[in-house]
């Protein structure tokens, strides 16, 4: 379970999250919508500790993840992370992007850390391609790699960074599918996103953000039938 | 006018030496490159991480390794510090001042490196649980390096070159066993024409072999 309380975050002098309260249990699909600069992303970054908070407290299965004696490195490890630009290693192959994590930080043998990515690369479809290097993966390809790659690491949670946002549209499906996929096998995952028919169709909640705030959470139903707040009708309105 | 006899003979014959000190040669080169690799990498380092007095002392050293003349700076190795009191010998000196050269030069192709992995790859990598310091060396470092290779290949070949000045400090690398052997013979155009030739080779081979190897370790 995530829970967080009070959340705030600070660019300089900017208020970028203006006191955030937001639970999400296990099992469960949250998915983010908002315009460009509401916060969302930087939630995301929150949550697994990439950014520093300046008030409030993220807490993962009951560890502060902003406490001073947490260790960080082995909380990050329940949570994979997917970000809009893939960050696809380039000097390694498929295969070896995502055996890496599995070997020095869980410390898992060469042939066991090699076991656990291939299974994982041909889950997300890229059986075929664990010798290859991410220059000669398409875009979605190498997103499914990223996938496969934060899985590799068993998490309990799944963030995903607007994963669709950088790729060609034609690429955009393939991405959806795979994280459908993972959304079906129960992954708690919390998805920000611009793709609308994703939120409505796979998350059991969404919630809006506007302006730093969390201003409307409900059921895809209640969101996109029955928006109640101006700014997302407005939002709706506008993406339609 | 040009009544010149070329004697090739006694070169010839101190060729083994000549070979034996471009060994000497090619070992301060190669070292001096494994220490100005380890603390160019921390200069660089330091001047992007760091403030202060730390970042200051770092931005001295690549200032002063890139903007005097590397001779002046075996000088200041050899009579500098010989003049306060610390003594070395000539391949200590030549090997530090080759070091504090190369670890200037390697700093700043170092940093150009760092500057060009954008951050998310340190975020993706901190982001699977990896320590700053597994991100670091995985994932952050062996994407410099092949940024820096080239020029790295070309601090190799300048370091052969520049340890030739170790002469002027008395050292005995392939210009100084040169220099002696030909002012015993007086046969000094054709000591060096022949040592000219074995800095060529030597430097050809580095290049051929930093080509074979980006080859290997380079594949993506």
């Given at each position: 379970m995530i829970e967080i309380r009070g959340l705030k975050k600070f660019y300089g002098s900017l208020e970028v999250l203006k006191g955030i309260d937001l639970d999400v249990p296990k099992g469960e699909v949250l998915s983010v919508i908002g315009a460009s600069g509401s916060g969302k992303s930087t939630l995301l970054y929150c949550i697994n500790g990439l950014e520093p908070i300046q008030e409030g407290s993220v807490k993962v299965d009951g560890t502060d993840v902003h406490a001073k004696g947490t260790d960080i490195n082995e909380l990050r490890q329940k949570m994979g992370m997917v970000f809009q630009q893939w960050n696809s290693f380039p000097h390694l192959t498929a295969l070896e992007n995502v055996a890496l994590a599995p070997k020095i930080v869980k410390k898992k043998s060469r042939a066991e850390a090699r076991d656990i990515a291939t299974r994982q690369l041909q889950h997300v479809g890229l059986g075929d391609k664990l010798n290859v290097y991410p220059s000669a993966l398409s875009g979605g390809q190498q997103q499914r790699l990223a996938i496969a790659r934060a899985l590799a690491m068993e998490p309990d949670y799944m963030l995903f960074d607007e994963a669709t946002s950088a790729l060609d549209p034609e690429l955009v499906g393939e991405v959806l599918d795979a994280m459908r996929l993972l959304a079906d096998e129960g992954m708690t995952m919390?998805?920000?996103?611009?793709?609308?028919?994703?939120?409505?169709?796979?998350?059991?909640?969404?919630?809006?953000?506007?302006?730093?705030?969390?201003?409307?959470?409900g059921t895809p139903a209640e969101i996109f039938g029955a928006p109640k707040s101006e700014h997302l009708q407005k939002f709706l309105s506008s993406i339609r | 006018m040009f009544d010149y006899?070329?004697?090739?003979?006694?070169?010839?014959?101190?060729?083994?030496?000549?070979?034996?000190?471009?060994?000497?040669?090619?070992?301060?080169?190669?070292?001096?490159?494994?220490?100005?690799?380890?603390?160019?990498?921390?200069l660089a380092l330091i001047r992007m991480h760091m403030r202060g007095p730390v970042k200051w002392l770092a931005s001295a050293w690549v200032e002063l390794a890139r903007n005097t003349p590397a001779l002046f700076q075996l000088f200041f190795f050899g009579f500098g510090l010989g003049a306060v009191g610390i003594h070395m010998s000539p391949y200590v000196i030549v090997l530090s001042a080759l070091s504090f050269n190369c670890a200037g030069y390697l700093a700043e192709n170092f940093r150009g490196g760092f500057q060009a992995i954008p951050d998310t790859q340190l975020r993706a990598a901190r982001s699977l649980g990896m320590t700053v310091w597994q991100s670091y060396t995985r994932v952050i470092i062996p994407q410099v390096f092949r940024i820096v290779y080239h020029p790295l290949t070309n601090q190799i070949v300048w370091a052969v070159l520049m340890s030739s000045l170790g002469m002027l400090v008395g050292f005995r690398e392939l210009s100084g066993e040169t220099q002696a052997l030909a002012s015993r013979t007086y046969r000094i155009f054709e000591y060096f024409a022949v040592t000219a030739v074995i800095y060529y080779v030597i430097v050809k081979i580095i290049l051929g072999a930093s080509r074979l190897l980006a080859a290997r370790l380079f594949r993506y």
């Amino acid at each position: 379970m995530i829970e967080i309380r009070g959340l705030k975050k600070f660019y300089g002098s900017l208020e970028v999250l203006k006191g955030i309260d937001l639970d999400v249990p296990k099992g469960e699909v949250l998915s983010v919508i908002g315009a460009s600069g509401s916060g969302k992303s930087t939630l995301l970054y929150c949550i697994n500790g990439l950014e520093p908070i300046q008030e409030g407290s993220v807490k993962v299965d009951g560890t502060d993840v902003h406490a001073k004696g947490t260790d960080i490195n082995e909380l990050r490890q329940k949570m994979g992370m997917v970000f809009q630009q893939w960050n696809s290693f380039p000097h390694l192959t498929a295969l070896e992007n995502v055996a890496l994590a599995p070997k020095i930080v869980k410390k898992k043998s060469r042939a066991e850390a090699r076991d656990i990515a291939t299974r994982q690369l041909q889950h997300v479809g890229l059986g075929d391609k664990l010798n290859v290097y991410p220059s000669a993966l398409s875009g979605g390809q190498q997103q499914r790699l990223a996938i496969a790659r934060a899985l590799a690491m068993e998490p309990d949670y799944m963030l995903f960074d607007e994963a669709t946002s950088a790729l060609d549209p034609e690429l955009v499906g393939e991405v959806l599918d795979a994280m459908r996929l993972l959304a079906d096998e129960g992954m708690t995952m919390i998805c920000v996103t611009h793709e609308m028919g994703f939120a409505r169709d796979v998350s059991d909640r969404v919630t809006f953000f506007h302006e730093g705030i969390l201003e409307e959470i409900g059921t895809p139903a209640e969101i996109f039938g029955a928006p109640k707040s101006e700014h997302l009708q407005k939002f709706l309105s506008s993406i339609r | 006018m040009f009544d010149y006899n070329f004697h090739w003979r006694p070169v010839m014959k101190s060729l083994p030496d000549l070979l034996e000190a471009g060994l000497v040669t090619l070992q301060v080169a190669a070292l001096s490159m494994i220490i100005g690799i380890v603390i160019g990498l921390a200069l660089a380092l330091i001047r992007m991480h760091m403030r202060g007095p730390v970042k200051w002392l770092a931005s001295a050293w690549v200032e002063l390794a890139r903007n005097t003349p590397a001779l002046f700076q075996l000088f200041f190795f050899g009579f500098g510090l010989g003049a306060v009191g610390i003594h070395m010998s000539p391949y200590v000196i030549v090997l530090s001042a080759l070091s504090f050269n190369c670890a200037g030069y390697l700093a700043e192709n170092f940093r150009g490196g760092f500057q060009a992995i954008p951050d998310t790859q340190l975020r993706a990598a901190r982001s699977l649980g990896m320590t700053v310091w597994q991100s670091y060396t995985r994932v952050i470092i062996p994407q410099v390096f092949r940024i820096v290779y080239h020029p790295l290949t070309n601090q190799i070949v300048w370091a052969v070159l520049m340890s030739s000045l170790g002469m002027l400090v008395g050292f005995r690398e392939l210009s100084g066993e040169t220099q002696a052997l030909a002012s015993r013979t007086y046969r000094i155009f054709e000591y060096f024409a022949v040592t000219a030739v074995i800095y060529y080779v030597i430097v050809k081979i580095i290049l051929g072999a930093s080509r074979l190897l980006a080859a290997r370790l380079f594949r993506y």
